[in-house]
């Protein structure tokens, strides 16, 4: 790899860590629809990361989601649970972005927190056993 390209890991990965971060600090202070973006930009920063590695750039978040989950999930190389979480957050995030009336409680939000950190966990390994 030429050090752009490790640089732009890097950066994705120091994105990711910051934004949930983020996401911490928001849900901390109630702020739901916030939170759950920040969740998922954590992980879409890793997932745009990995694909790169294999040579992949998608164009849309939903053209991102279908080669992860076509790549990793289906060849099981990440466990099926993660590939529907990761659906979950994109298609809130679109909700919590794009709706109106769409609101999220502590109930729905916190336990994602935990959650994404694991799959961020596995995320952030694959990338370094690929680099």
């Known amino acids: 790899m030429t050090g752009s390209q490790n640089d732009y890991i890097r950066y994705r990965l120091d994105r990711s860590v910051e934004l949930f971060q983020d996401a911490i600090l928001l849900a901390e202070n109630k702020r739901w629809r916030s939170c759950v973006n920040r969740l998922y930009y954590s992980s879409f920063h890793l997932i745009n990361a990995l694909l790169f590695q294999e040579g992949i750039n998608a164009k849309s978040h939903d053209g991102l989601k279908t080669k992860f989950l076509q790549l990793y999930v289906k060849t099981n190389l990440i466990d099926i649970e993660f590939g529907k979480l990761y659906s979950r957050l994109i298609d809130w995030r679109q909700e919590s972005d794009y709706s109106v009336y769409v609101d999220f409680g502590g109930d ?18 694959l990338i370094k056993t690929k680099n």
Not at 108 to 125: A, G
């Open 108 to 125: 729905d939000v916190l336990p994602l927190i935990d959650k994404v950190e694991k799959f961020n966990t596995i995320l952030t390994e």
